[in-house]
C-alpha cells in the first residue's frame, strides 16, 4: 500500500471494529516557515534617545526621555503647552545649541551616531534633518530662488531647475507655481508657502523632516493639504511632527509620544515622557492615567 493510501485509510475500523483516532500528518517546518514568511521585517530606528535631559543654565526642561523613532513613519509628539514638545523636536537636529544656557545630557544618537558628539559637523546633521517651523518663513525671493537657496549654498548647483521641480512636486505645489517660479514667494497664500517651506526643506533631499506645529496657523483646507502631504512623504522620509490638535496626530501619525509638565519639590516645571505607542491604542487604550485625561479633554 503507497504512501497516500495508508494516510487516507487511518479512519476505517480494524479489525476489532474501532476507528483509529485521526493524526494529522505535517510537513516538518511548515508552521514555522509560514510564520516566518509572515512576520514583519523589524523596523529600522533612525534615532535612538537615551536618558536624555535638557537644560536652560538651571532650569531642567525635559527631563530623562529615553525612545525610539523609526524610519518612513509619521511620528507626533503631543502634550500641554510648557511640555518641551519643542525643545524636544529642535534638540534632534541641534537647533537649540544658538540659545544661552542650552545644554544636552545622555545620548542622542541618529543612525548609530552621537548627533551630540564632538566631532559632529552641526551643518551636515541639518542637512540631513530638516525642518519646518510654526509660521511660514519664505525668504524675500522668488519662488524658484527660495527652494533653490540651500542647494545653492552647499554646492548642489547640478541639475538644480530639476532639483527645484522635484521638490516642489513632492510638497504638491508645482502644479500651482510652475508657471510664476519668478514671482515673489511673497505673494503665495499661507497654506502655499508652508508647502513651499516644505519644498525647501526637501530640495537638499533629507532623511528626517521635523514639523514643529507646521499647521497651526492655517486655514481648514491648507492644513488638509499638509496633512495629506505627510501621509504621501513618510514613504520616503522619516517625519516627526509636533501639534497640540490630537486629532490631527490621531489623522497623520503612525506612533504617539505623550509628554507632560512634571512639577518639582521647588515649584519648577519641566516636560517628562509618559507613554509612547501606536497611535490608534495611545489614544484609544493609554497605559497611564495622565495619557487618558488628556487625550479625553480632561486637562490641557
Known amino acids: 500500500m503507497s504512501t497516500a493510501e495508508t494516510h487516507a485509510s487511518v479512519d476505517r475500523p480494524d479489525q476489532h471494529g ?48 529615553t525612545l525610539n523613532i523609526y524610519r518612513n513613519m509619521a511620528t507626533a509628539i503631543i502634550g500641554p503647552s510648557g511640555c518641551g514638545k519643542t525643545t524636544f523636536l529642535r534638540c534632534l537636529n541641534r537647533m537649540n545649541d544658538s540659545i544661552p544656557g542650552f545644554s544636552v545630557s545622555g545620548q542622542l544618537l541618529y543612525h ?23 509660521k511660514p518663513n519664505p525668504f524675500a525671493k522668488s519662488i524658484y530662488d527660495n527652494v533653490a537657496w540651500a542647494p545653492r549654498n552647499l554646492g548642489l548647483k547640478k541639475n538644480l531647475d530639476e532639483r527645484v521641480e522635484r521638490a516642489l512636486r513632492d510638497a504638491a505645489l508645482w502644479d500651482e507655481v510652475k508657471d510664476r517660479l519668478k514671482t515673489s ?40 493639504a499638509i496633512e495629506d502631504l505627510v501621509d504621501s512623504l513618510k514613504s520616503e522620509y522619516t517625519i516627526i511632527i509636533d501639534t497640540h490638535n ?34 490608534s491604542e495611545l489614544f484609544i487604550r493609554p497605559g497611564d492615567p495622565r495619557t487618558e485625561a488628556y487625550v479625553t479633554g480632561r486637562f490641557g
Open 246 to 279: 490630537m486629532q490631527q496626530a490621531s489623522r497623520v501619525a503612525d506612533v504617539t509620544a505623550f509628554f507632560s509638565v512634571e512639577v518639582g519639590d521647588a515649584g519648577s516645571r519641566c516636560g517628562v515622557l509618559v507613554e509612547m505607542g501606536p497611535t
Open 185 to 224: 514667494a511673497l505673494s503665495l497664500s499661507g497654506g502655499q508657502q508652508q508647502r513651499l517651506c516644505i519644498a525647501r526643506a526637501l530640495a537638499i533631499e533629507p532623511d528626517v523632516i521635523l514639523m514643529d506645529e507646521p499647521a497651526s496657523a492655517l486655514d481648514p483646507i491648507s492644513t488638509q
Open 18 to 65: 474501532s476507528v483509529p483516532r485521526r493524526v494529522r500528518i505535517q510537513t516538518p517546518g511548515t508552521a514555522e516557515s509560514v510564520a516566518a514568511r509572515k512576520a514583519p521585517a523589524p523596523r529600522q530606528a533612525v534615532f535612538e534617545v537615551r536618558d536624555v535631559s535638557i537644560n536652560y543654565g538651571a532650569t531642567r526642561a525635559v527631563d530623562h526621555v
Open 112 to 134: 548609530g551616531h552621537d548627533i551630540y558628539g564632538s566631532r559632529v559637523n552641526r551643518v551636515e546633521v541639518r542637512r540631513r534633518i530638516g525642518m519646518v517651523f510654526q
